[in-house]
């Protein structure tokens, strides 16, 4: 079966949580193709042309899910790195309270 997934270049992280996945339950011959837009996706999905595996929020924000069948994979633990960044010359006082808080609640959890 062909897989659709998007580009590695724009989700490393994502491919590399495909790839593993396939390899830990010996799908290695899976085809995977690489694909621009998640909506290019969901439509050679919904065309029958194949399937993907997707965050599942992206999935939502589609909107296609009453003509795709969804199967959650509970056991396919995928965690993403947030970053914040700006502008370093930045003067903005809600900036720097915004990071303030970022960091307080960071703290908070450890």
């Known amino acids: ?3 659709y997934t998007s580009m590695r270049n724009n989700t490393p992280f994502l491919w590399a949580t495909v790839t593993r996945y396939l390899s830990e339950h010996n ?14 996706i969901a ?25 795709l069948h969804v199967c959650h994979l ?13 502008a370093k010359n930045s003067r903005n006082r809600y900036v720097a309270k915004f990071v303030h808080e970022l960091r307080t609640a960071l703290a908070d959890k450890n």
């Open 27 to 40: 799908l290695t011959s899976t085809v995977l193709e690489e694909v621009e837009s998640p909506h290019a």
């Open 43 to 67: 439509m050679l999905v919904e065309a029958g042309l194949g399937m993907t595996i997707m965050a599942e929020n992206l999935l939502q924000e589609l909107g296609n899910q009453e003509h």
């Open 1 to 3: 079966e062909r897989i």
């Open 74 to 86: 509970d056991e396919m633990h995928h965690t993403s790195q947030l970053n914040v960044a700006w």
